[in-house]
């Protein structure tokens, strides 16, 4: 490796070469002329080449000077870069989540106070996206992803599966035109989850009567969103029936605030991921997580399957 120049006599020069004249970049550093001049000389000592030459009483760089002191500005950019990055304390205790709107909403942010209170030291941090997280460039620790899985460079558990139910509010099931069979569907409003055409196993309306042996010619039409959390707020207010993710809709199940009116039950193609960066692999924070949520997705499926049964 070659022999840095001193980094001092270069911070002097930069100074100098800035203000072209000694006298002013020794009022910025805080000392005398005669010590930028010392260190000028050091410096081209050490490069064995003049940077400055006078001309009339005037301070110019050299052809070579000039033409290096962007890169030395950039440099020195990136030295206080890496000072900040060094001087900063370890935040061990901070975790940064990236997760999508609709799951942080009904299935992840309602549990993290159990999170809170098995690790208290722990700072999460939810950002919901629905952009994929690129770890190279976002602050992201870690990122709970649906999709088909296989994620290139990065560390990925399974998290759970998912699967598509009817739902409704239980005031449907009472009635003029209560819910009873698949059938009575076209005396209701169609909710439809439009965020779910980026899963192509995941079943639209027409697609769920038709396996259901309905013949509904109004099944594309409806109330449609672009939220898998609106569409369950939707059937929980009354305003229709949807065809929601489990994992999402079974608080709202466990509540009584919806129901699941037909056994017809479709699984869908995608998963959910706990992904992360290998470089992420040591983190406590990040191990502490997996191993709660991938705990509290064991739970959630086991009380899906239950809320299914019963229906």
């Known amino acids: 490796m070659k022999q840095l120049p ?17 006298t002013k970049a020794a009022e910025e550093l805080h000392v005398t002329p005669g010590a930028v001049s010392q260190q000028i000389k050091a ?22 000077a000039q033409a290096s002191l962007p ?6 950019d990136k030295l206080m870069e890496a000072g900040d990055i060094l001087a900063k304390k370890a935040d061990a205790g901070r975790l940064t989540v990236s997760v999508a709107p609709s799951f942080a909403s009904k299935w992840l942010v309602p549990r993290l106070d159990r ?8 700072d999460v941090w939810v950002s919901a ?25 990065l560390v990925t558990e399974h998290l759970m599966a998912e699967k598509i139910v009817p739902v409704a509010s239980p005031q449907l099931l009472t009635g003029d035109n209560s819910l009873k069979n698949p059938s009575d ?20 309306w027409p697609m769920w009567l038709k396996a259901a042996g309905v013949s509904h010619k109004e099944g594309e039409r409806g109330l449609k969103f672009n ?15 949807a065809l929601a ?59 899906s399957d239950t809320q299914e049964a019963a229906a």
């Not at 270069?10 to 000694?22: D, G, M, P, T, Y």
């Not at 890169?71 to 020195?76: N, P």
């Not at 870690?142 to 999709?147: D, E, H």
């Not at 989850?193 to 639209?204: I, L, N, Q």
């Open 71 to 76: 890169i030395l500005r950039e440099g020195f």
């Open 6 to 22: 001193p980094l001092n006599a270069l911070k002097v020069f930069e100074a100098a070469a800035r203000h072209l004249s000694f």
């Open 185 to 204: 569907l076209i005396n209701h409003t169609l909710l439809h989850d439009s965020s779910t055409e980026k899963d192509p196993g995941c079943p639209t």
């Open 245 to 303: 993710k489990a994992a999402l809709a079974l608080a709202d199940l466990e509540a009584a605030r919806l129901v699941i009116p037909f056994d017809l039950t479709t699984p869908s193609e995608f998963s959910y991921y706990v992904v992360h960066p290998p470089s992420k692999s040591s983190s406590p924070a990040v191990k502490a997580f997996k191993a709660w949520v991938l705990k509290e997705a064991l739970e959630s499926a086991e009380a």
């Open 43 to 64: 410096l081209e000592d050490f490069l064995q080449t003049p940077v400055f030459r006078r001309h009339k009483r005037a301070l110019l760089l050299t052809d070579e």
């Open 129 to 153: 996206d629905m952009n994929v997280v690129d770890f190279a460039v976002d602050d992201v620790d870690v990122a709970i992803r649906y999709g088909p899985g296989g994620y290139t460079g």
């Open 227 to 241: 939220q898998s959390s609106l569409v369950i707020e939707a059937a929980v207010a009354g305003k229709g029936v």
């Open 115 to 122: 999170f809170q209170e098995e690790h208290p030291d722990i």
